[in-house]
């Protein structure tokens, strides 16, 4: 009876092993397919932004015209209808990297596919917002006119020829910046517009190079699948269109943090420490996973680091800025009071009927999020994930903050790849899901 059994699995066998050859045929088709959409989407992005000034692409120097010789000026429509052809592609290729145990996607073509879309918009002119324009018009104020930029907005350098790419909102506006990033714009300002517009984008490709390697670093050294977290970061259509598109200075911040991550797997807490001090000074939001840190280690190598890198960014700060470079709260406190269409707490206010945010939404925001803050770290001092803790936190600060722009969604996205609570992931990518909705409400506008 055995002898019948072991000669009908045989027979059985290779009829299975043809089928289970033909579905991973099919998926790897199926994930070729979604892979030439992404890059096809992101393609038609970067050849219509190319032709020039639109609503979707700020006026710039011409650094990517030649690149819209067979395109069209680019517009809400396409843009959009790209946006979700994007999204849809991405939610697919990370079903089949998650839900298959067949190596349907490989090394090869998943860090291949992540560098051509990066390449891609790398190539083009700046997308979706002014902010570069502000970075290098601050560089262009310290160094070639001696102003200082935590006084004085870019309407002190009127004059000068980066002045007119400023946004509007933001000319009469002292930077929100930490010094230290402020410093490693300085380089930029001696290397014209256009220079200086490459260098911005080179330094935010090379930033998110950094954050990519890392975050699959820290997805191994916690036993998580590194390719998946890769594609997480990667793939994202906010990630590669809204962040490095824009060439903003979010990705050094999350390459900071990053940084730290590997740096305590790495049992280097001081030097964890230290790199989000100095991501702090780039960007206030860096700090916000020391204190989870802190508690979860239980040691004071963290906080000894921290202090001491703040104390060197204290005085370079000081040197080059005086006082005013250290007065981070006045900068958040200012721009905490913006209120964007975009933010959760406005779509909200609408749905029940309120015009708008008033001083009293303010104050009960800021109080749910300490709320959640204190309650996270009670969980962490409890014994959980400090990754995770810090990653729900960056998300509540997207979520109940009033000014909310696209790459503000990013802050978490590599902490959730790298975190083994799979709901942080879940509800960042549910954020951002619920982001790209809204942006897309035009297409259901009826046409006039």
Same mark, same amino acid.
């Given at each position: 009876m055995s002898s019948l059994v072991a000669a009908e699995s045989r027979s059985i066998e290779p009829g299975g092993r043809e089928l289970n050859l033909l579905t991973t045929r099919r998926l790897r088709a199926l994930a070729a397919a979604l892979s030439l959409l992404m890059l096809?989407?992101?393609?038609?992005?970067?050849?219509?932004?190319?032709?020039?000034?639109?609503?979707?692409?700020?006026?710039?120097?011409?650094?990517?015209? #030649?690149?819209?010789?067979?395109?069209?000026?680019?517009?809400?429509?396409?843009?959009?209808?790209?946006?979700?052809?994007?999204?849809?592609?991405?939610?697919?290729?990370?079903?089949?990297?998650?839900?298959?145990?067949?190596?349907?996607?490989?090394?090869? #073509?998943?860090?291949?596919?992540?560098?051509?879309?990066?390449?891609?918009?790398?190539?083009?002119?700046?997308?979706?917002?002014?902010?570069?324009?502000?970075?290098?018009?601050?560089?262009?104020?310290?160094?070639?006119?001696?102003?200082?930029?935590?006084?004085?907005?870019?309407?002190?350098?009127?004059?000068?020829?980066?002045?007119?790419?400023?946004?509007?909102? #933001?000319?009469?506006?002292?930077?929100?910046?930490?010094?230290?990033?402020?410093?490693?714009?300085?380089?930029?300002?001696?290397?014209?517009?256009?220079?200086?517009?490459?260098?911005?984008?080179?330094?935010?490709?090379?930033?998110?190079?950094?954050?990519?390697?890392?975050? #699959?670093?820290?997805?191994?050294?916690?036993?998580?699948?590194?390719?998946?977290?890769?594609?997480?970061?990667g793939l994202n259509p906010l990630y590669f269109v809204y962040g490095l598109g824009g060439a903003h200075n979010d990705l050094i911040m999350t390459l900071l943090m990053m940084v730290a991550v590997a740096l305590t797997f790495a049992g280097r807490e001081a030097w964890s420490g230290a790199s989000l001090m100095i991501g702090g000074l780039v960007k206030a939001t860096a700090i916000v996973p020391l204190p989870f840190m802190i508690l979860s280690r239980r040691r004071p190598a963290p906080l000894i680091g921290a202090l001491l890198a703040g104390l060197l960014g204290a005085a370079l700060a000081m040197a080059a800025f005086g006082v005013n470079g250290l007065d981070v709260i006045s900068a958040l406190n200012r721009d905490a009071g913006f209120v964007s269409t975009d933010s959760f707490p406005t779509e909200i206010a609408h749905l029940v009927g309120k015009p708008g945010i008033f001083p009293v939404d303010h104050d009960l925001l800021k109080g749910a999020l300490v709320l959640i803050v204190l309650y996270l770290m009670w969980r962490t001092w409890r014994g959980y994930d400090w990754v995770a803790a810090s990653g729900w936190t960056l998300l509540a600060i997207a979520v109940t903050s009033t000014w909310l722009l696209a790459w503000y969604t990013l802050w978490t996205l590599p902490l959730a790849a790298a975190s083994r609570d799979r709901r942080l992931l879940a509800a960042t990518l549910a954020i951002q899901a619920l982001f790209i909705v809204h942006q897309n409400a035009p297409l259901l506008a009826p046409v006039s």
């Open positions: 096809a989407g992101t393609i038609e992005i970067v050849i219509d932004a190319s032709v020039g000034h639109s609503p979707l692409v700020p006026r710039s120097p011409s650094i990517a015209n #030649w690149l819209g010789f067979a395109g069209e000026r680019l517009g809400y429509r396409v843009f959009l209808i790209a946006l979700l052809v994007l999204t849809g592609s991405y939610a697919g290729m990370l079903a089949l990297a998650a839900g298959s145990r067949r190596q349907v996607i490989s090394t090869r #073509w998943a860090i291949a596919l992540v560098a051509a879309l990066e390449l891609i918009v790398f190539a083009g002119p700046i997308l979706l917002s002014t902010d570069v324009f502000s970075y290098i018009a601050y560089a262009r104020m310290a160094v070639l006119h001696g102003v200082n930029p935590y006084i004085h907005g870019p309407h002190s350098i009127f004059g000068d020829p980066i002045y007119k790419y400023v946004g509007s909102d #933001w000319r009469k506006v002292a930077t929100a910046y930490g010094p230290i990033y402020t410093l490693l714009t300085y380089p930029l300002a001696v290397l014209g517009i256009k220079g200086a517009v490459w260098g911005a984008k080179t330094q935010a490709l090379l930033a998110s190079a950094g954050t990519l390697a890392l975050t #699959w670093r820290c997805a191994r050294v916690r036993g998580l699948d590194p390719k998946l977290a890769l594609l997480i970061v």
